[in-house]
């Protein structure tokens, strides 16, 4: 299962924020951007639960990550 996440980030927090978010198993590419959200985060599991556990016990535990969105992909072409 393909998802995007989209983080927003405390202020002055982006790169340590960055540098933990790269650690996490599950991410494919990771993103900090300009606009509304500060980080975009591609991801991949296997079942929603893992994506769950994913965005609730590690991205949002990260001190500095003040939201996320969350979108599962539907169809992805190459």
């Known amino acids: ?6 983080a927003k980030v405390e202020a002055g927090r982006d790169k340590e924020v960055f540098k933990e978010i790269k650690k996490l198993e599950g991410v494919r590419k990771a993103s900090a951007t300009y606009g509304i959200y500060d980080l975009h985060i591609e991801v991949n599991f296997n079942t929603v639960e893992e994506l769950d556990a994913f ?3 590690r991205v949002r ?5 003040k939201e996320t969105v969350t979108m599962i992909a539907s169809e992805t072409l190459v």
Do not use: K, T
């Open 55 to 57: 965005v609730f016990d």
């Open 61 to 65: 535990r990260i001190s500095g990550v």
């Open 1 to 6: 299962m393909l998802a995007y996440v989209l």
